[in-house]
């Protein structure tokens, strides 16, 4: 190993360990305030730190919003989703994501939900079964289809962003006639 090889594993481990005292300044912060957020954008995370959901164990029940956007996660736990019950806004924008867990439906308060951005190539359809959901962005994924009758189904739906996808012509279409919320799936021209 030559110096330069040395000098850049000491400055990845470095970032690490800013990146890890970062997110447990954020959680305690979230703990000690007693804040309803918690904030962990910016934080190369892969995965949601299992040490957090011990840490946030007493007040997970008063978390109302989690940002954990613009990090590099593949996969979100369904502890995630039984951990924090009343979340209203989650996003999840900029990681690399293409799928969410079952327990997602379990979600009886959520009312936004952020996952532009991703790797999605279809519709995360656990979202059509959450009956509080106001706003769903899924901009910039790879999505071509969308379920569109069990979108027009939901209860609570106000906007759909799934502008930058791939949707084909018969989902566009469909998406088009449903004029019950706003939907943003093609750049006006």
């Given amino acids: 190993m030559n110096l330069t090889q040395v000098g850049n594993t000491i400055t990845a481990h470095h970032k ?23 904030d962990l954008s910016n934080c190369k995370l892969i995965s949601f730190p299992e040490g957090v959901f011990k840490v946030l164990s007493s007040v997970s029940e008063n978390i109302r919003v989690i940002t954990l956007a613009d990090n590099e996660m593949k996969a979100i736990s369904s502890k995630f989703f039984s951990t924090f019950t009343q979340l209203r806004e989650l996003d999840l924008h900029g990681n ?13 308060h959520l009312t936004s939900i952020n996952l532009a951005n991703n790797k999605f190539s279809e519709f995360p359809e656990k979202l059509t079964q959450i009956a509080t959901l106001e706003r769903i962005n899924l901009e910039g994924n790879n999505i071509t289809e969308m379920p569109v009758d069990k ?23 469909a998406l088009t006639s449903l004029l019950k919320f706003d939907i943003l799936s093609q750049k006006e021209s």
Avoid: C, F, I, Y
Avoid at 151 to 173: E, G, I, Y
């Fill in 151 to 173: 979108l027009s189904a939901m209860p609570a739906l106000k906007w759909l962003n799934v502008l930058s996808n791939p949707l084909d012509v018969n989902t566009q279409a």
């Fill in 16 to 38: 690490m360990a800013e990146a890890v005292v970062n997110v447990a300044r954020r959680v305690n912060a979230t703990v000690e305030e007693g804040k309803d957020h918690l």
């Fill in 96 to 108: 690399v994501l293409s799928k969410l867990p079952d327990s997602l439906e379990e979600m009886r």
